[in-house]
């Protein structure tokens, strides 16, 4: 009864979260979103943001407990429990600009959901949802324009608006398998990415009632499988310490996309809304492909079994390869790297509880794929996280809060660009497990 009660939880949370990654409203607050997909989210669950998001080559944590990590799928070889992780995600943005101010923005979202389930002593399967893209950015931009037969004695000016905006996103469901042998472990995840994002251009005359104002959407569908693989070796240093590498990739491929194309225009009333459409002078649809670029991660980390882990990633994304239905979206290859650890002061204390807790610490930089006005748009962000345990009289299932705070800003003020400053945190729960357990009686 209890098995089919967790079943039931599990299947509502799923079905929760898949509804809520489908939805095409703005989950960030960035202009920089404009580009390409816009931005980018490896699949690095709360722990792991915490310690500056390492993940490549981290294989075992301090409390020897079970942990999914996505971003290298040989790791789902050290899954000895039965796992699940359910994370949220919150941010604040303050968006500044030379001449223009500063005005700030906050978004909140469920961040993922994960599971892991052993096979054997040495594999086991992990699937779940992440998100890959968000999209979400509004700004607009007021020019003075001529009018060509304004009547004498009439201003012979008036201001044309352009408002851009984009919301919307992509989002990752992927089935994972990894295996050791000896010091190896190896591991390959299949995803299926999905999702809309869409894109509005307004051209607005507010001082011009009669003016017809015109709005182009530019929606794309886009739904398709992708890979991903990885690779890590234990180097064990002595009976509690060992190193482990590795490397993990996500292979180039190329999704289906729907596109719609519509332009449109409506009137300006005297009361400052607007008309609804009077008309739809452009209407396309068609399909087409995304090609997504390759990308590489590298990784090491040292780990002294229930103490402390340090490590560091290497990221390199080929992202000048990704075309939208044929055209490449000018966008750059990226480079990033990320340092970080955790430290468990003492895990077998009885008598104080803060010993037990997970203290991390992080750092990450990002020469992003992003090229705005001639400039690369640079971001870096410290880190910091704690795993807070949570007590309970069992011996077989094991539960823990992840808190990470990213602290970070990207862009500049140079170029007349835009700088922003963020306060990212992230929220998960993860329940270990022993499930299926086979019950011996003498």
Request: charged residues 15%.
């Amino acid at each position: 009864m209890i098995n089919k009660v967790r079943v039931f939880i599990i299947l509502l949370l799923s079905v929760t979260c898949y509804g809520a990654f489908a939805q095409t409203s703005a989950t960030t607050s960035s202009p920089y979103s404009q580009f390409g997909l816009g931005d980018y989210s490896d699949p690095i669950l709360t722990q792991f943001r915490g310690m500056g998001s390492i993940g490549t080559g981290v294989a075992h944590f301090t409390d020897g407990l079970s942990v999914i990590n996505i971003v290298n799928p040989a790791s789902y070889s050290n899954i000895g429990l039965t796992t699940i992780d359910i994370g949220a995600f919150a941010n604040v943005v303050s968006l500044s600009r030379t001449g223009s101010g500063s005005e700030t923005g906050n978004n909140f979202r469920l961040g993922h959901i994960a599971f892991a389930v052993p096979i054997s002593r040495h594999s086991a399967i992990s699937f779940g949802l992440v998100p890959y893209t968000n999209v979400g950015y509004s700004y607009r931009q007021t020019n003075t324009i001529s009018l060509n037969k304004a009547p004498v004695g009439i201003d012979t000016t008036t201001v044309q608006e352009n408002i851009y905006s984009g919301e919307g996103g992509l989002s990752k469901a992927y089935l994972g398998y990894g295996f050791g042998i000896g010091n190896l472990s190896v591991g390959a995840n299949v995803g299926y990415i999905f999702g809309k994002e869409k894109l509005l251009r307004q051209i607005n005359y507010p001082q011009l009632y009669t003016a017809l104002n015109s709005t182009t959407e530019n929606s794309m569908s886009v739904g398709g499988v992708a890979y991903d693989y990885g690779l890590q070796y234990n180097f064990k240093m002595s009976e509690t310490s060992r190193i482990t590498v590795g490397y993990s990739g996500s292979a180039g491929t190329d999704l289906t996309t729907t596109n719609n194309f519509v332009v449109s225009h409506y009137l300006n009333n005297s009361d400052g809304t607007t008309s609804a459409a009077l008309d739809s002078t452009r209407y396309e649809s068609n399909e087409g492909k995304l090609t997504l670029p390759q990308i590489h991660r590298f990784g090491i980390s040292y780990v002294k079994d229930l103490k402390y882990m340090i490590g560091a990633d290497f990221k390199m994304g080929q992202w000048s390869d990704l075309r939208v239905n044929g055209v490449n979206s000018g966008l750059q290859n990226n480079q990033s790297f990320a340092v970080g650890g955790q430290i468990t002061p003492n895990i077998n204390s009885l008598s104080s509880y803060w010993a037990v807790v997970d203290y991390r610490l992080g750092f990450n930089y990002d020469n992003s794929y992003v090229v705005a006005n001639g400039t690369n748009i640079k971001q870096y962000a410290a880190t910091i996280g704690f795993g807070l345990p949570i007590p309970n009289q069992s011996r077989t299932n094991y539960y823990k809060v992840n808190i990470a705070a990213e602290f970070g800003q990207r862009g500049t003020l140079n170029n007349n660009l835009v700088k922003e400053q963020f306060i990212n945190i992230h929220l998960g729960f993860v329940i270990n497990e022993k499930w299926f357990q086979k019950y011996k009686f003498d």
